[in-house]
């Protein structure tokens, strides 16, 4: 809505006709339906019969022009970590890398190897999974 209606009220009988609050001159709005009213009738009689008022309007308007849209708001700490927890703690959606896993675990941990340990079981898993990246870096 503009900041012309600080100043002016529309007629009650005659919706096309627009009164001025500070000398109740009646002024038309342009057009003849809804869609074609303008205020620029209006900021006219304002501006030669109020200038006061109009610099009021005209700092006004300025003012509505020169707020900046919000930018983008900067991502916060936790929403990244939510980004990396999403790509990196889902569940994967093949069992292709679990089924090498108990593959390597049945190589590590045969027959003549049931004496094995749990936690000697393990380092030796991490190490057979794990030593190839590291010698191919
Ligand atoms: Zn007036």
New binding site residues.
Partial sequence: MSAAWR?FKISEKEARIAI??????D?SRGGVTAKTFTTSGLLH??KS??PD?YAEYDQITSAQKKKVLPSTPTPSVADLFEKVARKYLSAPCTSTDSERLFSAASHVLDEKRNRLMADKAEKLLFIKKNLPLFLNK
């Fill in positions: 100043y001025c609050k500070t000398c109740s001159a002024i009689h304002l019969k109020h008022k």
